[in-house]
């Protein structure tokens, strides 16, 4: 089965920001060919030589001129840190028109508050995806303001399902998803640093320790999506009475392992309700 997809639009993406999210949602479109790498422009604050990296690596276009991309977009995606945004947008101010369509990236800050900024009523959809783009496993989480027009919100859909899957839900949970699935393969690269290093420290070879770790990660995430079962039945299911598991789990109770994750998820999402609020 080919990878490609058909290209989604005919019109210039520009991305406002070329941090980690733009790289990893690049390299993703571009491997699936969803549209082709000279109908992209890529700006920055004033980092030429990182625009020229993504130049190299990936074919597309890069400018300093914020402003030619911004009017010469058809889809705008906005992927700058949400403390920068309203310097950035307001700088924008005048220049979007009402026939354009902005996505937005940017964790916490809410499409109304992207639209006071920018000073027009123009469709927005705001997105939460996660970096695990860059390799089409992106899980994404989506809402549009009620200037979207369904093929718009059809044509961001599309983008962004090539590179990953999608749900579409109401703005507000949008802060939930950042601080699940957003931030959420930070978490398990922790867990992965913390499981290889255990098994290097425990006598065996970091390379060895390192691919033992990362199919066990890969395997338990292929049994939970193919069985479709509750993960706390397949932890049992490895669990033996009295064994090596229990004593594992038995540590992680210790140091209140779920009370961590769950603290974890609910402060990343309320800093993200934070951030919306603190950068107006
Ligand atoms: N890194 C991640 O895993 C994810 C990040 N996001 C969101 O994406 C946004 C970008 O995050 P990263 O790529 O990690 O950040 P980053 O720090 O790697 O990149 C930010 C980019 O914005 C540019 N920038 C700053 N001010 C600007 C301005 N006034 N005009 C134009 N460009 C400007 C910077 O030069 C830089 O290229 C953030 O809002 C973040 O919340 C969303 C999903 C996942
Ligand atoms: O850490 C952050 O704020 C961004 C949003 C989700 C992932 N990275």
């Known amino acids: 089965m080919s990878n490609q ?39 920055n604050r004033n980092n030429s030589e990182r625009l020229e990296q993504l130049t190299d690596a990936y074919g597309v276009n890069a400018t300093t001129d914020k402003l030619a991309v911004a009017r010469a977009s058809d889809i705008l995606i906005l992927a700058i840190k949400p403390k920068d945004a309203g310097e950035a947008l307001l700088e924008l101010r005048g220049t ?30 705001r997105t939460m995806p996660n970096t695990s783009s860059a390799v089409g496993l992106s899980a994404t989480g989506l809402s549009a303001n009620a200037f979207v027009r369904p093929e718009q919100l059809a044509l961001a859909t599309r983008l962004f399902e090539a590179i990953g ?22 978490y398990i690269y922790y867990l992965v640093e913390a499981m290889m290093g255990a ?26 999506l193919e069985t479709r079962a509750e993960p706390a039945l397949l932890r049992r299911q490895v669990t033996s009475p009295g ?7 038995e540590v992680l109770e210790s140091y209140r392992f779920q009370e961590a994750v769950t603290a974890a998820i609910l402060r990343a999402t309320e800093r993200a309700r934070e951030m919306g609020a603190q950068y107006r």
């Open 96 to 125: 979007i028109s009402p026939n354009q369509l902005i996505i937005s990236v940017i964790a916490g800050v809410p499409t109304s508050l992207i639209g006071e900024w920018l000073g027009v009523d123009c469709p927005i959809i």
């Open 199 to 224: 098994g290097a420290t425990a006598g065996l070879d970091r390379e060895m320790a390192r691919q033992l770790t990362l199919q066990t990660v890969i395997g338990a995430a292929h049994m939970l």
């Open 165 to 186: 899957t999608v749900h579409e839900v109401a703005e507000e949970e949008l802060d939930i998803i950042t601080g699940l699935s957003g931030s959420g393969p930070a």
């Open 5 to 43: 997809t058909a290209s989604i639009t005919t019109g210039q993406i520009g991305f406002l920001g070329a941090g980690s999210i733009v790289e990893a949602m690049l390299s993703g479109i571009l491997k699936k060919g969803l549209t082709a790498a000279d109908r992209i422009f890529v700006t």
């Open 243 to 249: 064994g090596t598991t229990q004593a594992g789990l």
